[in-house]
């Protein structure tokens, strides 16, 4: 069964250090999102991609946060400098199709950033 | 208001109980719904998409309401191993650019 593969797993950062995280959706799927959960509540939006192209970023912390997809495949989120409100699950997920009938989203393992 | 809205719970219910939980959306033009389900410290998982016609799987039953804003999830004959968070999920906005917007998510416990 096709998979969203994240990692890594876990990572420990000190506050003001880079952090990066990868994601590679299920083949074909052209849309792909990244989300932020923190303990207890629901997976936040932080970005979605359409191919190579961001659609949405409008809850992206951008002084910080950075993010590509350039072929239009993986995709890297980039936290720079890490704070210690930046502790939180990132989750990638992908669809094979977004708009107004978009399709299920299916979402990776995800990466538990703790930040010290 | 929020976008996707969920009563967090937890709602506490024995074995073989029917439990039902409601998500209101605010965007009228939203016309895709899911239902996720997520254990703890793990990533969400799809459990069903919500049709106009509504969805059955086994014992479960998602149901949309489009005049009154919201979905619905029913379980019937709840099992200990149902016990986890069940999240909405809404497509966000009209348009080519839609956005996937999840609830908080409310947080079920079966109890023997």
């Known amino acids: 069964e096709a998979e969203v593969a994240q990692s890594p797993r876990y990572k420990i950062t000190e506050k003001s250090q880079a952090v990066a995280f990868w994601c590679d959706p299920i083949?074909?799927?052209?849309?792909l999102y990244w989300y932020r959960q923190i303990l207890g509540q629901g997976p936040e939006l932080l970005v979605q991609?359409?191919?190579?192209?961001?659609?949405?970023d409008s809850q992206l912390p951008k002084d910080r946060f950075s993010a590509e997809r350039l072929k239009g495949v993986d995709s890297t989120l980039k936290i720079q400098p890490a704070e210690l409100g930046d502790s939180a699950m990132y989750l990638c997920?992908?669809?094979?199709?977004?708009?107004?009938?978009?399709?299920?989203?299916?979402f990776g393992q995800g990466t538990r950033l703790t930040v010290v | 208001r929020k976008e996707v809205e969920q009563d967090p719970g937890p709602f506490n219910v024995p074995e073989g109980a029917t439990v039902a939980f409601n998500c209101t959306y605010s965007?009228?033009?939203?016309?895709?719904f899911f239902w996720y389900r997520q254990d703890c410290r793990k990533e969400p998982k799809l459990l069903m998409s919500?049709?106009?016609s509504g969805n059955e799987d086994g014992r479960f039953t998602a149901q949309l309401n489009r005049a009154s804003q919201y979905i619905s999830l029913l379980i019937r004959d709840s099992k200990l191993s149902d016990s986890a968070t069940y999240l909405c999920?809404?497509?966000?906005?009209?348009?080519?650019?839609?956005?996937?917007?999840f609830g908080t998510g409310t947080l079920l416990a079966v109890q023997p």
């Open positions: 997920a992908s669809s094979s199709r977004s708009g107004v009938q978009s399709t299920e989203a299916f």
């Open positions: 083949s074909g799927h052209a849309t």
């Open positions: 991609f359409q191919d190579e192209s961001v659609v949405d």
């Open positions: 965007n009228s033009a939203s016309q895709s």
């Open positions: 919500v049709y106009s």
């Open positions: 999920a809404v497509n966000g906005y009209g348009g080519a650019t839609n956005k996937l917007i």
